[in-house]
């Protein structure tokens, strides 16, 4: 029987490792945002940031549109390529 569950508190007792031990966060594979038909306007802002846009935020909703509609014909997620080609297409 477990000392846990009889409300025995030891210092060696086993304790089940995290999910996420096995994939460890590493410095030189950050997590990257991508953009496709599950985005949604924070996802927008925050690729417009990153990739150093300047696009005012009243224009989003209609980027957005037609983000999910590309992702959607592409059967994929879009570049960043494509990305700043549609947000210059779209905001111009």
Same mark, same amino acid.
């Given at each position: 029987m477990c000392p846990l569950s009889l409300g025995l508190r030891l210092p060696n007792c086993f304790t089940p490792? *995290?999910?996420f *031990?096995?994939?460890?966060?590493?410095?030189?594979?950050?997590?990257?945002? $991508?953009?496709g038909k599950k $985005?949604?306007? #924070? $996802? !927008?802002a925050?690729? #417009?940031?990153? %990739?150093?846009l300047d696009l005012g935020?009243?224009?989003?909703?209609e980027l957005l549109d037609c983000v999910k509609a590309q992702a #959607?014909?592409?059967h994929r997620s879009l570049t960043?390529?494509?990305? !700043?080609? %549609?947000?210059?297409e779209v905001c111009s």
């Open positions: 490792p *995290s999910p *031990s096995m994939f460890p966060m590493k410095p030189w594979n950050p997590p990257r945002w $991508s953009i $985005s949604g306007p #924070v $996802s !927008i925050h690729k #417009v940031t990153e %990739l150093n935020t009243a224009r989003f909703p #959607v014909e592409k960043d390529a494509e990305f !700043i080609a %549609l947000a210059t």
